[in-house]
C-alpha cells in the first residue's frame, strides 16, 4: 500500500471518530418499561456543548418563524415547531430546539414517544445553568417558563439506546 493510500484511509478513520470525540453506545440497563437514564449524569446533561454519541443523530424537521434574527447564529434548530426523530439508537444528549427569550413568558410544549431505551426531555436555561423543567415521556406536556427575556433556552434529548420521536412547540406570551 502506498503512502497516499494510507494517508487516506486515516484521513477517512479520523472523519468518522469525529475529530477525537469518543463515539459510544450507552446500554439500556433498567429494561423495556423504565426510560429513566442510568448512566448519562447532570454534567453530560447541562454541558454547554452537548453532542450525541451515537454516529447517526437524529433527522431533524423544522418550520416556523425563528425567534431572533442573528445572521451569525447556528439556528437551524430554532424554529416555533421541531420535529426530532432518532432514525437508529441514539446515545448522549441532542440539542433539538433552541429558543432565545424576546418575551418574559413562554411556553413550551412537548409531545415525547419512546419506543426503546432509556430518555430524558428537559428544558435547559444557559443563564443559570440548570434544568428549569423535565417532560413527561410518551405523552403530552406543557411548561409555562417565565423570567425568560433575554435568556438562552434549549429543548434537550438526553439517550441511552434511545429510539424516540419528539415535537416541540413554543408560544411566545406578551
Known amino acids: 500500500m502506498n503512502i497516499n493510500r494510507i494517508l487516506c484511509l486515516a484521513l477517512v478513520c479520523f472523519a468518522f471518530c469525529g475529530c477525537g470525540k469518543t463515539m459510544r453506545s450507552i446500554p439500556d440497563t433498567n429494561g423495556s418499561d423504565d426510560y429513566s437514564l442510568t448512566v448519562l449524569g447532570e454534567n453530560e446533561l447541562c454541558a454547554e456543548f452537548n453532542e450525541s454519541y451515537s454516529l447517526i443523530t437524529p433527522a431533524l424537521k423544522v418550520s416556523g418563524n425563528k425567534s431572533f434574527t442573528d445572521d451569525g447564529v447556528d439556528d ?11 432514525l437508529s439508537p441514539v446515545s448522549g444528549v441532542d440539542i433539538t430546539q433552541t429558543t432565545f427569550g424576546k418575551t418574559d ?10 419506543t426503546e431505551g432509556n430518555a430524558r426531555v428537559y428544558l435547559y436555561c444557559y443563564e443559570t445553568e440548570s434544568i428549569w423543567h423535565d417532560f413527561v415521556i410518551n ?18 434529548v438526553a439517550g441511552e439506546s434511545a429510539m424516540y420521536s419528539v415535537e416541540m412547540t413554543r408560544e411566545f406570551i406578551d
Do not use: L, N, P, W
Open 76 to 86: 437551524h434548530h430554532d424554529g416555533d415547531y421541531v420535529v426530532a426523530q432518532s
Open 105 to 114: 413568558t413562554i411556553v413550551f410544549t412537548v409531545t415525547s414517544t419512546v
Open 139 to 156: 405523552g403530552t406536556e406543557s411548561f409555562t417558563a417565565t423570567g425568560c427575556m433575554g435568556k438562552e433556552f434549549d429543548i434537550r
